[in-house]
Structure formats: structure tokens, C-alpha cells
Nanobody, 115 residues
């Protein structure tokens, strides 16, 4: 059975950094791995994604601050988060997309950025 597990969340002051990690298991082939952010009371939205060819895309507000990296063959992806802002606070979810379009979600990891 597919499992997706996030880690690395925590409390950090504005301007600080965190590195989130996502590990997926039980999936033979992956098309895309992505990170989503959901603020309290807000909608879950895409932050960064990387496909099997290594192409990455980012939400405009995190460009230049966040970097997604990983190896789809090893079913891992990281999100390096620098220059964190209070508005980055929220739960970060990892999503793994299979080649047939099936999505698998982790339970999320909480990031809190204080001012």
C-alpha cells in the first residue's frame, strides 16, 4: 500500500529556514511529487512541484525563497524554505501522483513562522 510521510515542520522566526522532506513508499512509478500549503481557514494550494524529468514549478510568492528537489526514482522530495514569512505558516502536504493519475497525500507537517 502506498504511504506518503512528511517531516521537518516546526516553529521558526521570520527570516529563518526550514527543510521539509517527503518519503513515499509502495509506489512503483511516479509522475509528479508536489508540496501544498494550507493556512488556517484557507484553501490548499500548490507551492512547488517536480516531475519525473526534473522540471520544477513554484507558486509566485515563494519563487527565489523555496527550492524543491529530489529523486523520483527514490520516491523522495525535499522543500528547502528560506526567508520564511509569517504568511508561510500553515500545514504543508506532500502529494505523489502516479503515472495513471492517481494521487496520494500525506497527513501534513505544520510550519509556524513567528514575527
Amino acid at each position: 500500500q502506498v504511504q506518503v510521510v512528511e517531516s521537518g515542520g516546526g516553529l521558526v522566526q521570520a527570516g529563518g529556514s526550514l527543510r521539509l522532506s517527503c518519503a513515499a513508499s509502495g509506489l512503483r512509478f511516479m509522475r509528479t511529487m508536489a508540496w501544498y500549503h494550507q493556512a488556517a481557514g484557507g484553501q490548499r494550494e500548490l507551492v512547488a512541484a517536480i516531475d519525473s524529468g526534473g522540471s520544477a514549478n513554484y507558486k509566485d510568492s515563494v519563487k527565489g525563497r523555496f527550492t524543491i528537489s529530489g529523486d523520483n526514482g527514490k520516491n523522495t522530495v525535499n522543500l528547502q524554505m528560506n526567508s520564511l514569512k509569517p504568511e508561510d505558516t500553515g500545514v504543508y502536504y506532500c502529494k505523489v501522483s502516479g503515472v495513471w493519475g492517481t494521487d496520494y497525500w500525506g497527513k501534513g507537517t505544520l510550519v509556524t513562522v513567528s514575527s
